[in-house]
């Protein structure tokens, strides 16, 4: 069965500090990676995706993900944080087959200070 | 298209009594997934829809809960005999089953607390 570990449960930064939070998954086979972002009030929107090609992925809002297959890691970063970043990050994965489910980390809340 | 439309969006219940929720899916997607997400940890898969066909139950979807997507349009999930451990917010996504790495389209999510 696939799981999602998200190491860091909150995370307190200052604006223009760099964020990397980290996500690591288990499972033998193909996979597709996602970061899902909610912001306060707000449902759960997309922020990046991986599932071929390039492993250094790019979303919205200046984000980043990098897959390190080796490491069943998909950490996210972002160089500069701004205070309307704060929410709640989740990690999620899913087998490279057709209706899969998504399965997600218990998520990161990232708080950032102006 | 609006998105992903659930309703209610809040609901409060007495323990025992029965729930049903309602999901819209983006009109064009095919499948629809429900998930539960409680403080603190992340959505946890209930069930998933290809079309009319229900495909997929976790074993978190005790005999309590049933879900239908007739006509493989909208959906509605009903939780009979409410426990207090069912307050939870309840999330409805939908995605197209060609785009699996496009990842799902989730709705605003209806809270249930039961009392």
């Known amino acids: 069965a696939q799981s999602v570990s998200q190491h860091n449960h909150h995370v307190i930064l200052s604006e223009a500090a760099s964020l990397e939070l980290g996500c690591n998954y288990s499972?033998?086979?193909?996979?597709?990676l996602f970061w899902y972002v909610q912001y306060p009030g707000q449902h759960l929107q997309l922020l990046l995706k991986?599932?071929?090609?390039?492993?250094l992925v790019k979303g919205i809002k200046g984000f980043e993900a990098e897959f390190i297959k080796s490491k069943f890691s998909f950490n996210l970063r972002k160089p500069s944080v701004q205070w309307s970043d704060t929410a709640e990050y989740f990690c999620?994965?899913?087998?490279?087959?057709?209706?899969?489910?998504?399965?997600f980390g218990k998520g990161t809340t990232l708080s950032v200070s102006s | 298209d609006t998105g992903v439309s659930q309703n209610p969006r809040h609901k409060i219940t007495k323990r025992g009594q029965n729930v049903t929720f309602r999901c819209d899916p983006i009109?064009?997607?095919?499948?629809l997934y429900w998930y539960r997400q409680t403080l603190g940890q992340g959505p946890e898969f209930l069930t998933y829809?290809?079309?009319?066909?229900?495909?997929?139950k976790s074993r978190l979807l005790s005999d309590r809960f049933s879900a239908e997507r007739p006509k493989g349009s909208f959906s509605t999930l009903e939780i009979q005999r409410t426990e207090q451990g069912d307050s939870a917010m309840y999330l409805c996504?939908?995605?197209?089953?060609?785009?699996?790495?496009?990842?799902?389209?989730f709705g605003s999510g209806t809270r249930l607390t039961v009392v």
């Open positions: 996504a939908s995605s197209l089953d060609r785009d699996r790495g496009h990842g799902y389209t």
């Open positions: 499972y033998g086979g193909t996979v597709n």
């Open positions: 991986y599932f071929s090609g390039d492993p």
């Open positions: 999620a994965v899913n087998a490279n087959q057709a209706g899969t489910a998504l399965i």
């Open positions: 009109s064009e997607h095919n499948r």
């Open positions: 829809f290809q079309n009319e066909a229900q495909l997929e």
